[in-house]
Every structure is written in structure tokens, then in C-alpha cells.
């Protein structure tokens, strides 16, 4: 029975990676609109847990005050890593992926290459933001609280929490991508006040920048050194720098973490995960 599921998973995995591969070719397509909101009204700006994970590149302003804590994670999920021999066999990583989001307790979490039927793993206290929209960077909350005015392109999604624009990314290293990304990714700030980005860009900051990107990195504004959040595993590790990233507007940036801990498994994932706790 068991062998029967994991291979009818499988199949379900090599379908939605097809079919994500046949949406990457539409780059010019236009977002996806739903003018929902899910969950009952409740604040999401509340005292959070202090993470007790090993981490890298940790750095924290003051600690005072109702703070809101955002998840970002490439989870790796693709058609890839079915052995389940391997030392990273995908079921044996989203079982460790848990584990972390049990411990570090964020609000919100914004996933990258997260597919059916890895979206399992995600702990029971969250609710997916995209309702049946089939992607690979969904977004999740926290039940109970209330989310509206959700979008979704081939390389983003976004939706309001308490006041807050999340964008979630996952970009390419492609400059042309990378420049129609950021694009729209700032047409998101022109009706908000507040926002995060973050996610798997593909790039490093100075291209984001380059590309004229109208946000501030949460890592730069907290003083913390560029690590690499990026680590192959087929092929020897070579330096990308941070690919992934959080940017802020209209916020203030208290901690900022590149999870380090492979919370029992060999690797999480070939990204690290990032986490950010930011005040109004």
C-alpha cells in the first residue's frame, strides 16, 4: 500500500512539474487576480517565540514591541530526489522541513518549488492563501487570520496580511526575467504602504538593485554579512552569494536569519531557509 502511494505521488509530482514547466514559458502572462479573503479577522502583529534553531548571519534590533515573523523557503520538490535511499530523498526533507516550522512558529510562510505532495508536510495550524490556483510558490497563514486581494504570476504571487503586501518570488537568473520581476514586483507598492518581497530570485542583490528594485534589503539594514543561501546538491559547491532575499517598504526590519540547522536530515534543501521578523 504504502509503495502504491509513494509511486502515485510520484506521478503526481513528474504531472505538476510538467505542467509548472509549461507555465514558465508564458513570462509576458498576466497575473491572476482573486478578490478573496480567507479566514476570520484577527491581528497577526503578535509577540513572537524566539527561534531555537542554529543559525547564520543572525542579526537583531531591538526586540521590543509586536513583531510579525515571515518564513522563506526553496524547498526543493520537483521530480526529483525520489530515491528513498538517498540521503535527501524529498519525503525524508519535508518530514525535517515540519520540524522546523513546528519550532521557529512563523506567521507566514512563502515557499518556492513546493508542490503537491510536499504542500502535506506543512504543519495543520496553516492555510494555504492561493485556494485551488495549482503553483509552485504558494504562500500560507496562519488560520484564523484574514488575508485579501490575492494575485499570482508564473514567478510570483502576493496577498495582504494585516495591512502588510507579502510578494512572494522566485525569480531567474535570466536578466531579462529578472528585470520584467522586479517590474512588477515595485507595480505591487504603488497601492500599499507597507510590504515584504522575498523569496528565491536566482540573483544577487547588486542585480536587483541594477534593476532598479524599490525596496531595501532587510539583510543590509540589519548589518549582516552575505552568506551563501545556495548549495548544490549534485555538483561541488561553488560561492552564489545570497540568492535569496527579503526587502522591506514601509517596515521596520528587527531580525533577520539563514537557517542553518538540518533539523535531522542530511539537507532541508539545496537553499537554505531565511527568516524575517519585521514591526510596523
Known amino acids: 500500500m504504502e509503495k502504491t502511494m509513494i509511486a502515485a505521488g510520484c506521478c503526481l509530482l513528474a504531472l505538476c512539474g510538467l505542467l509548472t514547466a509549461c507555465r514558465m514559458a508564458g513570462e509576458d502572462s498576466a497575473p491572476l487576480k482573486q478578490e478573496l479573503a480567507g479566514g476570520q479577522a484577527q491581528a497577526l502583529f503578535a509577540a513572537s517565540p524566539q527561534a531555537s534553531a542554529v543559525v547564520s548571519g543572525d542579526s537583531t534590533g531591538e526586540a521590543t514591541g509586536s513583531t510579525l515573523r515571515v518564513l522563506s523557503f526553496n524547498v526543493r520538490t520537483w521530480t526529483r530526489d525520489l530515491d528513498s535511499g538517498s540521503d535527501v530523498f524529498w519525503r525524508t526533507r519535508m518530514e525535517a522541513m515540519e520540524r522546523m516550522i513546528e519550532d521557529l512558529d512563523p506567521d507566514i510562510l512563502c515557499f518556492q518549488e513546493m508542490l503537491f505532495p510536499a504542500t502535506r508536510y506543512v504543519p495543520d495550524g ?12 504558494p504562500i500560507f497563514v496562519r488560520k484564523g487570520v484574514k488575508w485579501q486581494d490575492h494575485e499570482v504570476a508564473v514567478r ?3 496577498c495582504t496580511v494585516d495591512g502588510v503586501r507579502i510578494i512572494n518570488v522566485h525569480s531567474s537568473w535570466d536578466g531579462e526575467i529578472t528585470a520584467r520581476t522586479v517590474e512588477q514586483v515595485n507595480e ?4 500599499c504602504e507597507m510590504a515584504v518581497a522575498c523569496g528565491d530570485w536566482n540573483v544577487r542583490l547588486a542585480a536587483l538593485q541594477k534593476a532598479g528594485l ?15 543561501t ?8 561553488e560561492s552564489h552569494g545570497p540568492i535569496d532575499h527579503f526587502f522591506v517598504a514601509g517596515l521596520q526590519a528587527v531580525s533577520y536569519r ?9 539537507k532541508m534543501s539545496d537553499h537554505f531557509p531565511i527568516v524575517l521578523d519585521i514591526r510596523k
Do not use: K
Not at 539563514?258 to 542530511?266: K, R
Open 156 to 158: 510570483w504571487e502576493a
Open 230 to 237: 545556495f548549495e548544490n546538491f549534485t555538483r561541488p559547491q
Open 214 to 228: 524599490q525596496m531595501e534589503s532587510a539583510r543590509v539594514l540589519l548589518g549582516v554579512p552575505e552568506d551563501d
Open 126 to 137: 496553516y492555510r494555504r492563501v492561493s485556494g485551488g490556483v495549482n503553483i509552485s510558490h
Open 258 to 266: 539563514m537557517i542553518t540547522d538540518p533539523y535531522g536530515c542530511s
Open 188 to 191: 505591487q507598492l504603488t497601492d
